[in-house]
């Protein structure tokens, strides 16, 4: 998932994460707690070789989007203090998805 020109920039990934959400979504939670959720994708992503220097970029359909929102889910229920609503994770993992896609476009 990196090359020379793929620069993942935590605070634009939550910015674009924002505008994304809806309003009612984006008021429930903080910075910290749409930075967990992208931490935890990354660490699906390391966990499941997708990080590989080898690797070439994932084509979306070799991501299985249920296995990486299954795998989120149980993270943030594993967190004794994080309450998130589980359909509001999904919205913040595509959102979070989107921002990488739109980052393909420099590469």
């Not at 966990?47 to 299985?64: F, P, Q, R, W, Y």
Request: no cysteine.
């Amino acid at each position: 998932m990196e090359s020379n020109n793929f620069v993942f920039d935590e605070d634009k990934a939550i910015s674009f994460i924002r505008k994304e959400l809806p309003k009612e979504v984006n008021e429930k939670y903080n910075d910290d707690e749409i930075l967990f959720v992208i931490d935890t994708i990354w660490d699906y992503y390391e966990k499941n070789g997708l990080l590989s220097i080898n690797a070439e970029i994932v084509e979306e359909e070799e991501l299985d989007m249920s296995k990486l929102t299954s795998f989120v889910k149980k993270e943030i229920k594993r967190d004794q203090e994080l309450i998130m609503d589980p359909a509001d994770v999904e919205l913040i993992i595509k959102a979070e998805l989107d921002y990488e896609e739109s980052l393909e476009d420099f590469i």
